[in-house]
């Protein structure tokens, strides 16, 4: 079994007054695609923020890489993109990845590489605040990606997408992790958990269930992976309907 690249124990998160996050043990797999799950107010943000360690919890630990989370030896380790895009958008494109590059040292040439990687060369040059919703949660998924980070934790890079770059960003995620990146991919939509090396299944505020899609299939007998995920929470699923 490869190594954990995240491990997480007795984590617990409070946000104002309510228990966000409770995950007793949990550890991320190195050099794979885990796709994090679960309907909106599940604690999918909230447990990426402890990940990168800009959440205040009220106890347990989170090892990120063999560092404590948010250590200041992570910082080019890892690359985090926040589910609003956290880009600039009175700067151009290429401005953004230049300032952001040069946070993380690397040097401008890359990027070109990452405007390749989500398919936005030929915006480098306009204001990221003309530019549509999609487009500049790509621009902060650019950034994300500079330096080549070990680690990926990205909270819905997704959204808002059309199904043609929804399946090419996936392919990109694939071809990351195979280059040894482990990624860590939050979304709402059971469709996308196909994609997934493996998946962790989040229900108010405590993982369900962190398996394989496969594993997930045969454990419900569900062949679909939203209807899986339904019969995990004892929801009535579209093939009970039927």
Same mark, same amino acid.
């Given at each position: 079994?490869?190594?954990?690249?995240?491990?997480?124990? *007795?984590?617990?998160?409070?946000?104002?007054?309510r228990l966000?996050?409770? /995950? #007793?043990?949990?550890?991320?797999?190195?050099?794979? /695609?885990?796709?994090?799950?679960?309907?909106? *107010?599940?604690? %999918?943000?909230?447990?990426?923020?402890?990940?990168?360690?800009?959440?205040?919890?009220?106890?347990?630990?989170?090892?990120?890489?063999?560092? &404590?989370?948010?250590?200041? #030896?992570?910082?080019?380790?890892?690359?985090?993109?926040?589910?609003?895009?956290? /880009?600039?958008?009175?700067?151009?494109?290429?401005?953004?990845?230049?300032?952001?590059g040069?946070?993380?040292?690397?040097?401008?040439?890359?990027?070109?590489?990452?405007?390749?990687?989500?398919?936005?060369?030929?915006?480098?040059?306009?204001?990221?605040?003309?530019?549509?919703?999609?487009?500049?949660?790509?621009?902060?998924?650019?950034?994300?990606?500079? *330096?080549?980070?070990?680690?990926?934790?990205?909270d819905?890079?997704?959204?808002?997408?059309?199904?043609?770059?929804?399946?090419?960003?996936?392919?990109?995620? %694939?071809?990351?992790?195979?280059?040894?990146?482990?990624l860590?991919?939050?979304?709402?939509?059971?469709e996308?958990?196909?994609?997934?090396?493996?998946?962790?299944?989040?229900?108010? #505020?405590?993982?369900?269930?962190?398996?394989? &899609?496969?594993a997930?299939?045969?454990?419900?007998?569900?062949?679909?992976?939203?209807?899986?995920?339904? #019969?995990?929470?004892?929801? &009535?699923?579209?093939?009970?309907?039927?």
């Open positions: 079994m490869p190594a954990a690249a995240i491990e997480v124990r *007795g984590l617990i998160v409070r946000r104002g007054g966000a996050v409770d /995950v #007793a043990e949990l550890d991320v797999e190195q050099g794979r /695609v885990t796709g994090l799950m679960g309907p909106s *107010g599940s604690g %999918k943000t909230t447990l990426m923020r402890a990940i990168v360690g800009v959440q205040r919890v009220a106890g347990g630990t989170v090892t990120v890489l063999g560092e &404590p989370a948010g250590a200041p #030896a992570l910082r080019r380790r890892v690359g985090y993109m926040t589910q609003a895009p956290s /880009v600039y958008g009175d700067l151009t494109v290429r401005e953004n990845l230049m300032f952001f040069r946070i993380v040292g690397v040097p401008d040439a890359t990027n070109e590489r990452v405007l390749a990687q989500v398919a936005l060369g030929e915006h480098r040059d306009r204001l990221v605040r003309d530019l549509s919703g999609g487009e500049r949660a790509r621009v902060s998924l650019a950034a994300a990606l500079l *330096g080549r980070p070990e680690l990926l934790v990205l819905e890079p997704t959204v808002g997408l059309d199904p043609v770059l929804r399946v090419e960003l996936w392919r990109l995620f %694939k071809t990351l992790a195979r280059e040894g990146a482990t860590l991919v939050s979304s709402h939509s059971l996308e958990a196909r994609h997934c090396d493996r998946l962790l299944l989040l229900r108010d #505020a405590r993982v369900l269930f962190s398996d394989t &899609p496969g997930l299939r045969a454990r419900t007998g569900c062949d679909d992976l939203e209807d899986a995920f339904l #019969a995990m929470v004892g929801a &009535p699923t579209t093939a009970r309907a039927a």
